[in-house]
């Protein structure tokens, strides 16, 4: 579900669920915050890649897998305070906490914890076909993965605001004007290697310092952030409304897929 590589002391980071557009389960979370735990040692490492397999980056929480055991939920939520990050937070700002530049390559779906996993990376390249959307409002529920507290530096409020609560997807294009990608390229792979060699040119504890001074910078009240994340998330799970927005969700994927059987 997690494939790790390591090409030239670059890590190459897979989200490998294809058959599912890589749709996070408890065990890719889990994966990748052992992954970036293990990242941490990697003393000789100048970079981290993070893509998806079979042509989409992740199409965002796997929500049937997730509720068909209510610990799960439990398991990504619970924190020792409330400040602190839990699991499904950790799975976007962990890359905050690597030293490396961390670049998200996208292409195709790119949806709701899937662009919260995206938005934790320091650059982010797309393809034009690349689609991206905070979908969690279309479940009755709001995004509590950490990307609070980065898209304040990212877009307006009122952009920020539309995007959450509106969950509809928009393409690359849109999404480098409002400045959630760092670029589109028709060919990610290039650009990636073309962004790498740019980088790596620079003394590593170069790229360190600037990224930690940016991050301090940028980050304003992360902890009073995280917990109103999760603190607006366990009071969302609780409300009879949420349930009625699940089950029209579900309902309406099942009509979107039948149609498209018809095609």
Known sequence: MLSLDYRDNVAWITLNRPEKQNALTLEMFIAIDKTVKQLKKKRHLRAVIIQGAGGNFCSGLDVKSVMKKPSTIFKLLFKWLPGNANLAQR?????????VPVIALIDGNCFGGGLHIALGADFRIA????????MESKWGLCPDMGSGAILPHLLSYDKALRLATLGTSINSS??????????????????????????????????????????????????????????????????????????????????????????
Request: proline share 2%; net charge positive.
């Open 91 to 99: 799975a976007c700002l962990a890359w905050h906490s690597l030293p």
């Open 127 to 134: 393809t034009h076909k690349a689609q991206l959307a905070i």
């Open 174 to 263: 849109n999404a480098l004007e409002l400045g959630l990608l760092t670029e589109v390229s028709d060919n990610l792979q290039a650009s990636c290697e073309q962004l790498l060699a740019q980088l790596l040119i620079r003394s590593p504890d170069t790229l360190s310092a600037i990224k930690r001074v940016n991050q301090t910078a940028y980050r304003q009240n992360l902890r009073a952030t995280l917990a109103k994340e999760t603190f607006a998330q366990l009071r969302l799970l609780m409300n009879k409304n949420t349930k009625v927005a699940m089950y029209n969700a579900t309902h309406d994927e099942l009509k979107s897929y039948s149609d498209r059987k018809k095609w």
